[in-house]
Protein backbone atom coordinates (compact mmCIF):
# COMPACT_ATOMS: atom_id res chain seq x y z
CA UNK A 1 0.00 0.00 0.00
CA UNK A 2 1.34 3.55 -1.01
CA UNK A 3 1.66 5.80 2.07
CA UNK A 4 -0.29 9.20 2.83
CA UNK A 5 3.02 10.86 2.85
CA UNK A 6 3.60 10.00 -0.81
CA UNK A 7 0.10 10.56 -1.70
CA UNK A 8 0.47 14.31 -0.28
CA UNK A 9 3.77 14.76 -2.28
CA UNK A 10 1.87 13.89 -5.55
CA UNK A 11 -1.07 15.83 -4.49
CA UNK A 12 0.98 18.55 -3.84
CA UNK A 13 2.87 18.69 -7.11
CA UNK A 14 -0.10 18.84 -9.10
CA UNK A 15 -1.25 21.61 -6.51
CA UNK A 16 -4.56 19.92 -5.24
CA UNK A 17 -5.27 19.53 -1.30
CA UNK A 18 -6.95 16.83 -0.75
CA UNK A 19 -9.32 16.16 2.26
CA UNK A 20 -9.05 13.16 4.82
CA UNK A 21 -11.29 10.62 3.02
CA UNK A 22 -9.21 11.99 -0.36
CA UNK A 23 -5.89 10.91 0.89
CA UNK A 24 -7.28 7.60 1.94
CA UNK A 25 -9.35 7.18 -1.31
CA UNK A 26 -6.03 8.05 -3.48
CA UNK A 27 -4.35 5.50 -1.68
CA UNK A 28 -6.25 2.77 -2.74
CA UNK A 29 -6.62 3.58 -6.31
CA UNK A 30 -3.07 4.02 -6.81
CA UNK A 31 -2.15 1.35 -5.44
CA UNK A 32 -4.41 -0.56 -7.53
CA UNK A 33 -3.30 1.58 -10.31
CA UNK A 34 0.82 0.25 -9.49
CA UNK A 35 -0.44 -2.90 -8.59
CA UNK A 36 -1.79 -3.14 -12.42
CA UNK A 37 1.65 -1.58 -13.73
CA UNK A 38 3.47 -4.18 -11.87
CA UNK A 39 1.45 -7.03 -13.41
CA UNK A 40 2.14 -6.09 -17.27
CA UNK A 41 6.01 -5.31 -16.34
CA UNK A 42 6.03 -9.25 -15.81
CA UNK A 43 5.48 -9.40 -19.42
CA UNK A 44 7.98 -10.66 -21.95
CA UNK A 45 8.30 -7.46 -24.38
CA UNK A 46 11.92 -8.44 -25.17
CA UNK A 47 10.99 -8.81 -29.29
CA UNK A 48 8.76 -6.06 -29.50
CA UNK A 49 9.68 -2.07 -30.56
CA UNK A 50 9.13 0.19 -27.49
CA UNK A 51 6.15 2.09 -28.66
CA UNK A 52 7.14 6.11 -27.84
CA UNK A 53 4.10 7.58 -28.44
CA UNK A 54 0.48 6.69 -28.47
CA UNK A 55 0.23 8.10 -31.91
CA UNK A 56 1.85 6.57 -34.91
CA UNK A 57 0.39 9.17 -37.34
CA UNK A 58 3.21 11.72 -39.27
CA UNK A 59 3.27 15.26 -37.61
CA UNK A 60 1.74 17.78 -39.97
CA UNK A 61 4.36 20.83 -40.05
CA UNK A 62 2.90 23.95 -39.99
CA UNK A 63 4.86 26.54 -42.80
CA UNK A 64 6.93 29.84 -40.84
CA UNK A 65 4.14 32.21 -41.57
CA UNK A 66 3.00 34.87 -38.75
CA UNK A 67 -1.19 34.84 -38.10
CA UNK A 68 -3.09 37.02 -35.99
CA UNK A 69 -3.06 36.82 -32.14
CA UNK A 70 -5.48 37.91 -29.48
CA UNK A 71 -6.18 41.09 -28.40
CA UNK A 72 -4.31 42.16 -25.04
CA UNK A 73 -7.05 42.84 -23.67
CA UNK A 74 -8.76 39.49 -24.23
CA UNK A 75 -5.09 37.72 -23.04
CA UNK A 76 -5.22 39.47 -19.82
CA UNK A 77 -9.18 39.44 -18.96
CA UNK A 78 -8.06 35.47 -17.58
CA UNK A 79 -5.66 36.80 -15.18
CA UNK A 80 -6.22 37.31 -11.46
CA UNK A 81 -3.93 40.23 -11.02
CA UNK A 82 -2.86 42.45 -14.15
CA UNK A 83 -1.07 45.96 -14.10
CA UNK A 84 0.09 47.97 -17.35
CA UNK A 85 -0.49 45.01 -19.82
CA UNK A 86 1.29 42.61 -18.12
CA UNK A 87 0.43 39.68 -15.30
CA UNK A 88 1.12 40.54 -11.73
CA UNK A 89 2.84 37.51 -9.74
CA UNK A 90 3.00 37.53 -6.33
CA UNK A 91 6.63 36.46 -4.62
CA UNK A 92 8.10 33.60 -6.87
CA UNK A 93 10.87 32.54 -4.41
CA UNK A 94 11.29 32.16 -0.67
CA UNK A 95 14.18 33.14 1.31
CA UNK A 96 17.33 35.06 1.15
CA UNK A 97 20.79 34.85 -0.23
CA UNK B 1 43.48 28.99 -7.39
CA UNK B 2 44.81 25.88 -5.28
CA UNK B 3 46.20 23.10 -7.38
CA UNK B 4 44.71 20.43 -5.44
CA UNK B 5 41.43 20.42 -7.20
CA UNK B 6 40.25 20.64 -10.99
CA UNK B 7 37.51 22.62 -11.88
CA UNK B 8 35.21 20.45 -14.09
CA UNK B 9 32.37 22.70 -16.02
CA UNK B 10 29.33 21.96 -18.35
CA UNK B 11 27.06 24.59 -20.02
CA UNK B 12 23.31 24.39 -21.03
CA UNK B 13 22.92 26.88 -23.58
CA UNK B 14 19.21 28.02 -24.72
CA UNK B 15 19.67 29.44 -28.10
CA UNK B 16 15.82 30.68 -29.64
CA UNK B 17 15.59 29.90 -33.03
CA UNK B 18 15.00 32.83 -35.84
CA UNK B 19 11.84 31.74 -36.55
CA UNK B 20 8.98 34.63 -38.05
CA UNK B 21 6.13 32.37 -35.79
CA UNK B 22 6.34 30.94 -32.66
CA UNK B 23 7.03 27.06 -31.86
CA UNK B 24 3.86 25.64 -32.18
CA UNK B 25 0.99 28.01 -33.12
CA UNK B 26 1.24 31.78 -35.73
CA UNK B 27 1.64 34.64 -33.19
CA UNK B 28 4.78 36.76 -34.59
CA UNK B 29 8.29 36.62 -32.35
CA UNK B 30 9.03 40.09 -33.26
CA UNK B 31 10.97 41.42 -30.07
CA UNK B 32 9.73 44.72 -28.62
CA UNK B 33 5.77 44.13 -28.96
CA UNK B 34 3.61 45.49 -26.16
CA UNK B 35 3.11 43.08 -23.14
CA UNK B 36 1.04 39.80 -23.69
CA UNK B 37 -0.20 40.81 -27.47
CA UNK B 38 1.42 37.85 -29.17
CA UNK B 39 -0.26 35.52 -27.27
CA UNK B 40 -3.32 33.00 -28.55
CA UNK B 41 -5.11 29.85 -27.17
CA UNK B 42 -2.30 27.51 -28.04
CA UNK B 43 0.66 29.72 -26.43
CA UNK B 44 -1.38 29.95 -23.42
CA UNK B 45 -2.97 26.58 -23.27
CA UNK B 46 -6.37 27.46 -23.66
CA UNK B 47 -8.01 24.41 -23.21
CA UNK B 48 -9.54 22.74 -26.93
CA UNK B 49 -6.20 24.45 -28.37
CA UNK B 50 -4.15 22.08 -30.79
CA UNK B 51 -0.33 22.45 -31.10
CA UNK B 52 0.70 22.49 -35.01
CA UNK B 53 5.24 22.18 -35.19
CA UNK B 54 6.54 25.23 -36.96
CA UNK B 55 8.63 23.40 -40.23
CA UNK B 56 11.37 25.56 -39.90
CA UNK B 57 12.15 25.55 -36.45
CA UNK B 58 12.74 21.89 -36.87
CA UNK B 59 15.03 22.51 -40.12
CA UNK B 60 17.02 24.82 -37.92
CA UNK B 61 17.25 22.81 -35.42
CA UNK B 62 18.88 20.48 -37.44
CA UNK B 63 20.72 22.40 -38.91
CA UNK B 64 22.43 23.72 -35.94
CA UNK B 65 22.93 19.96 -35.00
CA UNK B 66 24.47 19.65 -38.29
CA UNK B 67 27.13 22.50 -37.54
CA UNK B 68 27.84 21.25 -34.28
CA UNK B 69 29.07 17.77 -35.45
CA UNK B 70 25.95 16.22 -33.64
CA UNK B 71 23.96 12.75 -35.34
CA UNK B 72 20.60 13.82 -36.12
CA UNK B 73 17.94 11.51 -35.08
CA UNK B 74 15.27 11.37 -37.67
CA UNK B 75 13.13 10.11 -34.81
CA UNK B 76 12.32 12.35 -32.00
CA UNK B 77 9.25 13.58 -30.00
CA UNK B 78 7.81 15.94 -28.07
CA UNK B 79 7.36 15.26 -24.18
CA UNK B 80 5.12 17.31 -21.54
CA UNK B 81 7.39 18.85 -18.64
CA UNK B 82 5.48 20.01 -15.60
CA UNK B 83 5.81 22.10 -13.18
CA UNK B 84 4.17 25.45 -11.66
CA UNK B 85 6.00 28.93 -12.83
CA UNK B 86 5.04 32.41 -13.78
CA UNK B 87 6.40 32.66 -16.99
CA UNK B 88 4.64 29.49 -17.99
CA UNK B 89 1.40 29.83 -18.73
CA UNK B 90 0.11 26.00 -19.82
CA UNK B 91 2.35 24.43 -16.56
CA UNK B 92 3.79 22.40 -18.77
CA UNK B 93 6.78 23.40 -20.84
CA UNK B 94 6.66 21.19 -24.38
CA UNK B 95 10.46 19.90 -24.85
CA UNK B 96 12.04 16.94 -26.07
CA UNK B 97 13.39 14.12 -22.88
CA UNK B 98 14.43 10.55 -24.37
CA UNK B 99 14.13 11.46 -27.58
CA UNK B 100 15.94 14.80 -28.31
CA UNK B 101 16.43 16.10 -32.20
CA UNK B 102 20.08 15.51 -32.16
CA UNK B 103 22.50 13.16 -29.98
CA UNK B 104 26.20 13.74 -29.15
CA UNK B 105 28.62 16.36 -31.17
CA UNK B 106 31.23 18.50 -30.75
CA UNK B 107 32.84 21.67 -31.50
CA UNK B 108 36.05 22.82 -31.79
CA UNK B 109 37.80 26.14 -30.98
CA UNK B 110 40.89 27.72 -29.60
CA UNK B 111 41.95 28.90 -26.07
CA UNK B 112 44.75 31.05 -27.13
CA UNK B 113 46.27 29.15 -29.84
CA UNK B 114 45.84 25.58 -29.06
CA UNK B 115 42.82 24.02 -30.18
CA UNK B 116 40.13 22.41 -27.89
CA UNK B 117 36.99 20.20 -28.53
CA UNK B 118 33.94 20.23 -25.75
CA UNK B 119 31.67 17.40 -26.63
CA UNK B 120 28.33 18.20 -27.02
CA UNK B 121 25.92 15.53 -25.22
CA UNK B 122 22.55 16.75 -27.03
CA UNK B 123 20.49 19.28 -28.34
CA UNK B 124 16.75 19.31 -28.07
CA UNK B 125 13.61 21.33 -29.43
CA UNK B 126 11.68 23.34 -26.98
CA UNK B 127 9.40 26.10 -26.10
CA UNK B 128 10.56 29.32 -24.95
CA UNK B 129 9.15 30.83 -21.44
CA UNK B 130 7.53 34.07 -20.89
CA UNK B 131 9.43 36.89 -19.66
CA UNK B 132 8.83 37.89 -15.84
CA UNK B 133 9.74 41.78 -14.41
CA UNK B 134 10.66 41.31 -11.06
CA UNK B 135 9.66 44.17 -8.78
CA UNK B 136 12.96 44.47 -6.52
CA UNK B 137 16.48 44.19 -7.56
CA UNK B 138 16.26 40.48 -8.22
CA UNK B 139 14.01 37.72 -7.81
CA UNK B 140 15.03 37.21 -4.65
CA UNK B 141 13.96 40.40 -3.23
CA UNK B 142 10.66 40.80 -5.31
CA UNK B 143 7.38 41.33 -3.42
CA UNK B 144 5.77 40.72 -6.77
CA UNK B 145 6.67 40.37 -10.83
CA UNK B 146 5.40 41.07 -13.86
CA UNK B 147 4.76 38.57 -16.60
CA UNK B 148 4.77 39.17 -20.58
CA UNK B 149 3.78 36.17 -22.54
CA UNK B 150 5.17 37.03 -25.75
CA UNK B 151 8.24 35.50 -25.23
CA UNK B 152 6.28 31.83 -24.28
CA UNK B 153 6.41 29.82 -27.39
CA UNK B 154 8.98 31.04 -29.23
CA UNK B 155 11.09 28.20 -30.55
CA UNK B 156 14.76 27.43 -29.08
CA UNK B 157 17.14 24.66 -28.81
CA UNK B 158 19.07 23.78 -25.30
CA UNK B 159 22.38 22.49 -26.42
CA UNK B 160 23.97 20.44 -23.44
CA UNK B 161 27.47 20.12 -23.35
CA UNK B 162 29.58 17.62 -21.46
CA UNK B 163 31.37 18.26 -18.34
CA UNK B 164 34.63 18.86 -20.36
CA UNK B 165 35.35 22.34 -19.85
CA UNK B 166 38.40 22.95 -17.23
CA UNK B 167 38.54 26.98 -16.71
CA UNK B 168 35.68 30.01 -16.49
CA UNK B 169 38.10 31.42 -19.35
CA UNK B 170 37.55 28.32 -21.43
CA UNK B 171 33.78 28.58 -20.52
CA UNK B 172 33.41 31.66 -22.22
CA UNK B 173 35.66 31.20 -25.39
CA UNK B 174 33.30 28.02 -26.03
CA UNK B 175 30.19 29.99 -25.50
CA UNK B 176 31.72 32.96 -27.62
CA UNK B 177 32.23 30.31 -30.58
CA UNK B 178 28.92 28.67 -30.07
CA UNK B 179 27.14 32.43 -30.74
CA UNK B 180 29.50 32.50 -33.84
CA UNK B 181 28.76 28.80 -35.47
CA UNK B 182 25.02 30.26 -34.52
CA UNK B 183 25.60 33.22 -36.50
CA UNK B 184 27.19 32.09 -39.37
CA UNK B 185 24.40 29.34 -39.97
CA UNK B 186 21.85 32.19 -39.16
CA UNK B 187 19.52 30.26 -37.14
CA UNK B 188 19.44 32.88 -33.95
CA UNK B 189 20.02 36.44 -33.28
CA UNK B 190 22.06 35.39 -30.66
CA UNK B 191 21.65 38.67 -28.65
CA UNK B 192 22.17 37.84 -24.55
CA UNK B 193 20.83 41.24 -23.84
CA UNK B 194 17.71 40.24 -25.54
CA UNK B 195 17.70 36.59 -24.10
CA UNK B 196 17.96 35.05 -27.33
CA UNK B 197 20.93 32.99 -26.45
CA UNK B 198 20.97 32.23 -22.51
CA UNK B 199 23.20 30.21 -20.49
CA UNK B 200 23.51 27.90 -17.04
CA UNK B 201 26.38 26.30 -15.72
CA UNK B 202 27.27 23.74 -13.68
CA UNK B 203 30.18 23.65 -11.74
CA UNK B 204 31.96 21.05 -9.26
CA UNK B 205 35.55 20.73 -8.23
CA UNK B 206 37.07 17.02 -7.52
CA UNK B 207 40.25 16.12 -6.02
CA UNK B 208 43.32 16.66 -8.12
CA UNK B 209 43.66 13.65 -10.80
CA UNK B 210 40.38 11.82 -9.24
CA UNK B 211 38.15 10.11 -11.76
CA UNK B 212 35.28 11.07 -9.56
CA UNK B 213 32.90 13.90 -10.22
CA UNK B 214 32.05 16.14 -7.36
CA UNK B 215 28.98 17.68 -6.05
CA UNK B 216 27.85 20.25 -8.64
CA UNK B 217 26.01 23.60 -8.08
CA UNK B 218 24.14 25.26 -11.20
CA UNK B 219 24.44 28.58 -11.51
CA UNK B 220 21.38 30.63 -13.42
CA UNK B 221 20.65 34.22 -14.46
CA UNK B 222 24.16 34.46 -16.53
CA UNK B 223 23.32 37.39 -19.21
CA UNK B 224 26.85 38.46 -20.86
CA UNK B 225 30.11 36.33 -21.41
CA UNK B 226 31.57 38.62 -18.72
CA UNK B 227 29.24 37.37 -16.23
CA UNK B 228 29.49 33.87 -17.40
CA UNK B 229 33.39 33.79 -16.41
CA UNK B 230 32.93 36.26 -13.10
CA UNK B 231 29.80 33.51 -11.63
CA UNK B 232 32.28 30.97 -12.67
CA UNK B 233 35.35 32.05 -10.91
CA UNK B 234 33.36 33.42 -8.31
CA UNK B 235 31.56 29.87 -7.61
CA UNK B 236 35.20 28.08 -7.96
CA UNK B 237 36.60 30.15 -5.15
CA UNK B 238 33.65 29.55 -3.29
CA UNK B 239 33.23 25.87 -3.79
CA UNK B 240 37.15 25.52 -2.61
CA UNK B 241 37.10 27.35 0.37
CA UNK B 242 34.13 25.28 1.57
CA UNK B 243 35.76 22.00 0.72
CA UNK B 244 39.31 23.26 2.19
CA UNK B 245 37.76 24.02 5.12
CA UNK B 246 36.09 20.08 4.88
CA UNK B 247 32.72 21.30 4.12
CA UNK B 248 30.19 19.64 1.80
CA UNK B 249 29.21 21.49 -1.17
CA UNK B 250 25.61 20.86 -1.81
CA UNK B 251 23.67 20.20 -4.86
CA UNK B 252 21.86 23.64 -6.25
CA UNK B 253 20.81 26.02 -8.07
CA UNK B 254 22.34 29.56 -7.97
CA UNK B 255 21.44 33.03 -9.59
CA UNK B 256 24.45 34.82 -10.42
CA UNK B 257 23.80 38.43 -8.89
CA UNK B 258 25.80 40.89 -11.51
CA UNK B 259 25.51 43.85 -9.12
CA UNK B 260 27.21 41.81 -5.76
CA UNK B 261 29.35 39.82 -8.02
CA UNK B 262 28.56 36.65 -6.49
CA UNK B 263 26.18 33.53 -6.64
CA UNK B 264 23.46 33.28 -4.26
CA UNK B 265 21.21 30.27 -3.14
CA UNK B 266 17.85 30.12 -5.27
CA UNK B 267 16.52 26.31 -4.39
CA UNK B 268 17.99 23.56 -2.93
CA UNK B 269 18.11 19.65 -4.23
CA UNK B 270 15.93 19.28 -1.37
CA UNK B 271 12.70 20.80 -3.06
CA UNK B 272 14.14 19.65 -6.57
CA UNK B 273 11.01 19.55 -8.72
CA UNK B 274 9.84 16.31 -9.69
CA UNK B 275 8.76 17.06 -13.37
CA UNK B 276 6.83 13.89 -14.47
CA UNK B 277 7.25 14.10 -18.21
CA UNK B 278 4.99 12.30 -20.60
CA UNK B 279 5.12 11.99 -24.32
CA UNK B 280 2.74 15.62 -25.31
CA UNK B 281 -0.30 13.58 -26.63
CA UNK B 282 -1.08 16.13 -29.31
CA UNK B 283 2.25 16.14 -30.91
CA UNK B 284 3.07 12.64 -33.13
CA UNK B 285 6.91 12.00 -33.02
CA UNK B 286 9.04 13.45 -35.81
CA UNK B 287 10.17 11.42 -38.00
CA UNK B 288 12.68 12.98 -40.44
CA UNK B 289 13.41 11.62 -44.12
CA UNK B 290 17.04 11.38 -43.87
CA UNK B 291 17.69 12.41 -46.93
CA UNK B 292 16.26 15.74 -46.44
CA UNK B 293 18.74 15.89 -42.92
CA UNK B 294 21.55 15.27 -45.60
CA UNK B 295 20.90 17.94 -48.03
CA UNK B 296 20.72 20.31 -44.90
CA UNK B 297 24.24 18.98 -43.77
CA UNK B 298 25.77 19.37 -47.12
CA UNK B 299 24.18 22.96 -47.58
CA UNK B 300 25.88 24.56 -44.48
CA UNK B 301 27.71 27.26 -45.23
CA UNK B 302 31.34 27.72 -44.02
CA UNK B 303 31.49 27.97 -40.36
CA UNK B 304 34.11 29.74 -38.53
CA UNK B 305 37.08 27.34 -38.08
CA UNK B 306 36.85 26.28 -41.56
CA UNK B 307 37.18 29.63 -42.36
CA UNK B 308 40.16 30.33 -39.39
CA UNK B 309 42.09 27.58 -41.40
CA UNK B 310 41.41 29.04 -44.66
CA UNK B 311 42.74 32.00 -43.99
CA UNK B 312 45.77 31.20 -42.17
CA UNK B 313 46.88 28.24 -44.44
CA UNK B 314 45.91 29.92 -47.65
CA UNK B 315 45.70 33.77 -47.19
CA UNK B 316 48.83 33.16 -45.26
CA UNK B 317 47.05 35.48 -42.78
CA UNK B 318 48.63 35.23 -39.06
CA UNK B 319 45.92 33.97 -36.11
CA UNK B 320 45.21 36.91 -34.72
CA UNK B 321 44.44 38.56 -38.42
CA UNK B 322 42.29 35.71 -39.10
CA UNK B 323 40.46 35.76 -35.77
CA UNK B 324 39.62 39.49 -36.52
CA UNK B 325 37.88 38.61 -39.76
CA UNK B 326 36.64 35.65 -38.27
CA UNK B 327 35.26 37.18 -35.12
CA UNK B 328 34.06 39.91 -36.94
CA UNK B 329 31.60 38.02 -40.21
CA UNK B 330 30.93 41.38 -41.78
CA UNK B 331 34.80 42.26 -41.71
CA UNK B 332 35.69 38.62 -43.11
CA UNK B 333 33.47 39.07 -46.05
CA UNK B 334 34.51 42.94 -46.88
CA UNK B 335 38.19 41.06 -46.95
CA UNK B 336 37.15 38.32 -49.48
CA UNK B 337 35.90 40.98 -51.72
CA UNK B 338 38.34 43.29 -51.83
CA UNK B 339 40.61 40.10 -52.76
CA UNK B 340 38.99 39.68 -55.94
CA UNK B 341 39.98 43.21 -56.90
CA UNK B 342 43.36 43.42 -55.30
CA UNK B 343 44.47 39.93 -54.13
CA UNK B 344 46.91 41.08 -51.45
CA UNK B 345 45.14 39.20 -48.48
CA UNK B 346 48.34 40.69 -45.62
CA UNK B 347 47.64 44.10 -47.36
CA UNK B 348 43.63 44.44 -47.38
CA UNK B 349 43.80 43.20 -43.50
CA UNK B 350 46.84 45.60 -42.73
CA UNK B 351 43.93 48.62 -43.54
CA UNK B 352 40.71 46.76 -42.43
CA UNK B 353 42.61 46.48 -39.09
CA UNK B 354 43.65 49.83 -39.01
CA UNK B 355 42.06 52.93 -39.47
CA UNK B 356 39.21 51.70 -40.82
CA UNK B 357 37.74 49.53 -38.51
CA UNK B 358 37.60 52.54 -36.63
CA UNK B 359 35.82 54.48 -38.65
CA UNK B 360 33.59 51.50 -40.34
CA UNK B 361 32.37 51.27 -36.96
CA UNK B 362 30.51 54.51 -37.12
CA UNK B 363 30.00 55.15 -40.26
CA UNK B 364 29.70 51.45 -42.07
CA UNK B 365 31.38 49.79 -44.52
CA UNK B 366 32.98 50.89 -47.77
CA UNK B 367 32.34 49.65 -51.59
CA UNK B 368 34.91 46.85 -51.77
CA UNK B 369 36.30 48.00 -55.14
CA UNK B 370 36.78 51.74 -53.66
CA UNK B 371 39.15 49.56 -51.50
CA UNK B 372 40.75 47.67 -53.48
CA UNK B 373 41.66 50.94 -55.80
CA UNK B 374 43.11 52.24 -52.64
CA UNK B 375 45.01 50.06 -51.90
CA UNK B 376 46.82 49.80 -55.55
CA UNK B 377 47.65 53.24 -54.97
CA UNK B 378 49.66 52.56 -52.29
CA UNK B 379 51.00 49.55 -53.67
CA UNK B 380 52.04 51.27 -56.53
CA UNK B 381 53.19 54.08 -54.78
CA UNK B 382 51.49 56.83 -56.16
CA UNK B 383 50.38 57.87 -52.57
CA UNK B 384 52.56 57.45 -49.08
CA UNK B 385 51.17 55.87 -46.28
CA UNK B 386 49.34 59.49 -44.65
CA UNK B 387 47.83 60.21 -47.64
CA UNK B 388 46.35 56.83 -47.74
CA UNK B 389 44.80 57.71 -44.80
CA UNK B 390 43.85 61.53 -46.31
CA UNK B 391 41.91 59.35 -48.49
CA UNK B 392 40.25 56.70 -46.55
CA UNK B 393 38.82 59.50 -44.57
CA UNK B 394 37.47 60.99 -47.63
CA UNK B 395 35.62 57.90 -48.70
CA UNK B 396 33.80 57.68 -45.88
CA UNK B 397 32.91 61.02 -46.86
CA UNK B 398 31.35 60.54 -49.76
CA UNK B 399 32.49 57.03 -52.19
CA UNK B 400 31.29 59.10 -55.17
CA UNK B 401 34.98 59.69 -56.37
CA UNK B 402 37.60 56.95 -56.67
CA UNK B 403 40.66 57.07 -54.66
CA UNK B 404 42.71 57.92 -57.62
CA UNK B 405 40.04 60.79 -58.48
CA UNK B 406 40.57 62.36 -55.13
CA UNK B 407 44.48 62.12 -55.41
CA UNK B 408 44.18 64.20 -58.97
CA UNK B 409 41.34 67.10 -57.51
CA UNK B 410 43.41 67.24 -54.38
CA UNK B 411 47.02 66.86 -56.14
CA UNK B 412 48.00 64.28 -53.63
CA UNK B 413 49.61 62.19 -56.01
CA UNK B 414 53.34 60.95 -54.18
CA UNK B 415 55.84 63.14 -55.56
CA UNK B 416 58.94 60.76 -56.70
CA UNK B 417 60.87 62.56 -59.40
CA UNK B 418 64.07 62.52 -58.45
CA UNK B 419 65.48 65.80 -60.19
CA UNK B 420 62.61 67.58 -58.43
CA UNK B 421 63.12 66.64 -55.49
CA UNK B 422 66.50 67.27 -55.53
CA UNK B 423 65.79 71.01 -56.21
CA UNK B 424 63.39 71.23 -52.61
CA UNK B 425 66.60 69.41 -50.60
CA UNK B 426 69.12 71.48 -52.55
CA UNK B 427 67.21 74.67 -51.54
CA UNK B 428 66.79 73.41 -47.95
CA UNK B 429 70.33 72.43 -46.99
CA UNK B 430 71.41 76.09 -48.62
CA UNK B 431 68.39 77.90 -46.54
CA UNK B 432 70.40 75.88 -43.07
CA UNK B 433 74.38 75.73 -43.33
CA UNK B 434 75.12 76.05 -39.58
CA UNK B 435 72.79 72.34 -39.42
CA UNK B 436 74.12 70.83 -42.09
CA UNK B 437 78.04 71.67 -40.59
CA UNK B 438 76.51 70.29 -37.84
CA UNK B 439 75.33 67.33 -38.75
CA UNK B 440 78.80 66.44 -41.30
CA UNK B 441 80.43 66.65 -37.82
CA UNK B 442 78.13 63.74 -36.74
CA UNK B 443 74.80 65.14 -35.14
CA UNK B 444 73.33 61.81 -36.70
CA UNK B 445 70.05 62.78 -35.41
CA UNK B 446 69.63 66.12 -37.47
CA UNK B 447 68.62 63.84 -40.96
CA UNK B 448 65.08 63.92 -38.84
CA UNK B 449 64.54 67.13 -39.13
CA UNK B 450 65.73 67.60 -42.78
CA UNK B 451 63.22 64.88 -43.81
CA UNK B 452 61.00 66.65 -41.99
CA UNK B 453 61.53 70.45 -43.55
CA UNK B 454 61.79 68.10 -46.84
CA UNK B 455 58.04 67.25 -46.00
CA UNK B 456 56.77 70.53 -44.96
CA UNK B 457 57.93 72.40 -48.33
CA UNK B 458 55.94 69.52 -50.41
CA UNK B 459 53.24 69.56 -48.20
CA UNK B 460 53.71 65.75 -47.51
CA UNK B 461 53.53 64.58 -50.92
CA UNK B 462 57.13 63.84 -51.19
CA UNK B 463 58.26 59.86 -51.30
CA UNK B 464 60.32 59.17 -48.26
CA UNK B 465 61.96 56.52 -49.60
CA UNK B 466 63.36 59.13 -52.69
CA UNK B 467 63.97 62.07 -49.90
CA UNK B 468 66.24 59.72 -47.91
CA UNK B 469 68.25 58.97 -50.90
CA UNK B 470 68.45 62.20 -51.97
CA UNK B 471 70.11 63.51 -48.23
CA UNK B 472 72.33 60.34 -47.82
CA UNK B 473 73.61 61.45 -51.23
CA UNK B 474 73.86 65.02 -50.67
CA UNK B 475 74.59 65.12 -47.17
CA UNK B 476 77.00 62.20 -46.87
CA UNK B 477 78.92 63.21 -50.07
CA UNK B 478 80.55 65.79 -47.83
CA UNK B 479 80.83 64.63 -44.45
CA UNK B 480 84.37 65.61 -42.40
Not at chain 2, 116 to 126: G, M, P, Q, S
Not at chain 2, 267 to 280: G, I, Q, V
Request: aromatic letters at 8%.
Amino acid sequence: MIDREEVIRIAALARLDLSEEEIEKYQRDLTDFLTACAQLKKVDVSQLRATSHAVTIKPRLRQDRVGPSLKQTDVLSGGADVQDGFFRVPRIVEGQG
Amino acid sequence: MSRKYDTVIGLEIHVALLTESKFLCSCSTEFGAPPNSHCCPICLGLPGSLPAINAKAVEYAVIAGSALNCVINPFSKFDRKNYFYPDLPKAYQITQDAYPICGPGYLDYYVQDKLERTKIVRIHLEEEAGKLIHSGESIIDSEYSLVDYNRAGIPLIEIVTAPDITAPEQARLFLEQLRLVMNYIQVSDTKMEEGSLRCDANISLKPKGSPVLGTKVEIKNLNSFRALERALEFEKERQREVLEQGGQIEQESRTWDERAGKTMTMRSKADAPDYRFFPDPNLPPLNLDPVWIENLKKSLPELPLERLHRLKDQDRLSHYEAAFLVNYPDFGDLFEKVKVTFPEPKAIVNLLMGDYARLAREHGHLNPVRLGELLQLLADEVINKNQGKDILEELFKTEEDSPAEIVEKRGWRMLSDAAQLRKVVEGILADNPDLVGRFRNGENKLFGFFIGQVMRATEGKADPEVVNNLLREELEGGRN
